[in-house]
């Protein structure tokens, strides 16, 4: 990878397995639980100056990193939801570019995204740990991708998710673009 590919991917790209064992799905779903506690250990000292530190050049800056970790597992977290009570939802996918430029990103402090991965990784957790073999194979649509996903490959995603983004939290401190 080039030296951006780096910066934009840290934990390296997203590459499904053929298949997701229980025992990946275990991992995954710890890696979902223990985000909020690693995401707090590392932000909750830093001041204004240091959330505006960037992972990349041109990249986000640590406050858009937590904001948009709220605002993606909330959306994951509904997704869930919507393939479990429904049969193949299409799922609405949103612009995150565009969200992480909105006033309630770069106005509000960043404890209130913090306070969100808290309470939805608590009832998603709850929710992950409590479903069966059955439900992981549950499908749904994403239209931007033109494909199907299975909640296993959702969980293995937003697992690979929490490590990139927590990844770029770590890089932006490092670098200090």
């Not at 080039?2 to 590459?15: A, H, M, Q």
């Not at 985000?35 to 250990?41: D, I, Q, R, S």
């Not at 808290?118 to 740990?129: A, C, S, Y």
Request: glycine residues 2%; aromatic residues 10%.
């Amino acid at each position: 990878m080039t030296d951006i590919e780096n910066l934009k991917f840290p934990v390296g790209k997203l590459s499904f397995p053929t298949s997701i064992s229980k025992d990946t799905i275990k991992e995954c779903i710890e890696t979902i639980s223990s985000l909020p506690e690693k995401v707090n250990k590392v932000v909750k000292d830093l001041n204004e100056n240091q959330l505006q530190y960037k992972y990349r050049p041109e990249g986000w800056n640590i406050l858009q990193v937590v904001h948009h970790l709220a605002d993606s597992h909330m959306n994951s977290f509904i997704r869930f939801k919507l393939t479990l009570t429904e049969d193949s939802p299409t799922i609405k996918p949103y612009f995150e570019a565009r969200w992480s430029e909105m006033p309630d990103v770069l106005q509000t402090p960043i404890e209130s995204s913090l306070k969100i991965l808290e309470g939805v990784h608590q009832r998603w957790t709850v929710l992950l740990n409590n479903m069966s073999e059955n439900d992981f194979s549950k499908l749904y649509v994403h239209p931007e991708h033109g494909r199907t996903f299975t909640l296993d490959q959702n969980v293995f995603l937003y697992a690979w998710h929490c490590r990139h983004h927590l990844a770029h939290i770590d890089q932006a401190l490092e670098h200090k673009f």
